[in-house]
């Protein structure tokens, strides 16, 4: 299993993800499900920014208060399914850059094809923050840190809304020093890459492609 996997244990987290997994819901309320669950992944994949203190005055008195400080953040969403994942993100995150990288999954071979990409010019001085819905084979997620890496980016976290065990194998031997984020770790994968029980095709399900 991978050193640095956090699966987010709260009530409101579990009720949204039960909204997602349903196959009754429709495509505006799941678009909109994910955004707000993105905007709580954002809250908990930053906990850990580091802050300085700066003087600030109150309406009652002078302060000494914290702030934001280190490396600026970056984006990076998987295409498509992860552009679903940005809006929310980045309401709490508006200084924030967005990158993008175009993957899909061969459905044959399950091997990731790359079909996109474009980054800030400045990604190898950032906090990178690449985001997927789905963690399956875990070919994607991997294929998207190993091009960010060529690029220099050394500071790099990954955040889904659910990962298979496979996927977090996967990230485990090629990718351990990269911290992952999840809202749930799911059973298995089926016959054709499917996350079980999973929530179907991520991208199909917020575009309504299918
Ligand atoms: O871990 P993996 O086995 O690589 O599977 C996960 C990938 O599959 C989905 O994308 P998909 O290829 O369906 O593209 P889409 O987002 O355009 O639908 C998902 O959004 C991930 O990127
Ligand atoms: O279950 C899965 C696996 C890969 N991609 C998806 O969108 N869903
Ligand atoms: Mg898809």
């Known amino acids: 299993m991978h050193p640095n996997v956090t699966e987010i244990d ?9 909204i997602l997994r349903n196959a009754e819901t429709t495509t505006d309320n799941f678009r909109r ?18 802050t300085e203190m700066v003087p600030i005055t109150t309406p009652v008195a002078d302060c000494e208060a914290p702030v934001i400080s280190g490396k600026k953040l970056c984006l ?11 809006d929310g993100m980045v309401e709490l995150l508006p200084g924030a850059r967005v990158g993008h990288i175009g993957l899909y999954r ?9 079909y996109y990409y474009k980054v800030p010019s400045d990604i190898d001085e950032r906090q990178v923050i690449v ?3 789905m963690l399956a084979t875990g070919n994607s997620a991997s294929a998207a840190l190993s091009r960010l890496k ?5 500071s790099i976290k990954f955040v889904c809304l659910l990962a ?3 996927g977090l194998e996967t ?10 984020l999840t809202a749930s770790i799911d059973s298995h994968l089926n016959e054709h890459g499917y996350i079980v029980p999973g929530l179907g095709d991520a991208g199909d399900r917020l575009f309504g492609t299918r």
């Open 171 to 180: 990230m485990a031997r090629e990718h351990p020093d990269v911290p992952i």
């Open 164 to 166: 298979a065990p496979e």
């Open 131 to 133: 985001v997927d819905p």
């Open 76 to 86: 990076i969403a998987i295409m498509r399914a992860g552009n679903g994942m940005i």
């Open 150 to 154: 060529e690029d220099g980016v050394s």
């Open 10 to 18: 709260h009530p409101l987290m579990k009720h949204k993800l039960t």
């Open 33 to 50: 499900v994910v955004r707000e669950i993105a905007a709580m992944m954002a809250y908990e994949v930053t906990r850990d920014l580091a």
């Open 106 to 114: 061969d459905p044959e071979t399950l091997e990731a094809v790359e």
